[in-house]
């Protein structure tokens, strides 16, 4: 398995697994939101990026994260936002080697954390997480236009 930025080729296995992720979520985000997000993932001054994880020259699983500023500490934190890892590739490490990539890249990135959610009845993945650390206390609030 390999573990590697994302490239421009990669769009249609992408868009496969982007479209898995969202059908996970029961969300259905727009085409324009879909763009929008691929292009954004190539743009020199992002703060959004993407790791993919290929297996025998096959995409099978996908994260994005953002870097940010935070006023909490003078680095920089990474915030997970999406992993997903298609059915096939899951119990087999894919994305326990997505996040450990994530982490391998705090020194040299000089993030001071990384961070991420999700949802209360994901148990699986709640089961991977928890390898890394435990959750911690915090309670989500989200306001939407």
Known sequence: MN?????RDDLPAW???WAAYQSFYEVALSEETTATTWARLFEADSTIHAL???ED?????????????NTWEVDPVCYLE???VEPAGR????G?????HLRSMMSSEKWSRIYWM???DNYRARGLYDKFVKRDAFVRYVIRR
């Open 82 to 84: 999406d992993l997903y």
């Open 96 to 100: 326990e080697a997505l996040i450990a």
């Open 52 to 54: 993919v994880a290929e």
């Open 118 to 120: 999700t949802r209360e």
């Open 3 to 7: 573990i590697r930025p994302v490239h």
């Open 57 to 69: 020259g096959t995409v099978i699983g996908l994260c994005h994260y953002i870097v940010h500023a």
């Open 15 to 17: 868009r496969a697994l």
């Open 91 to 94: 119990a087999r490490g894919v």
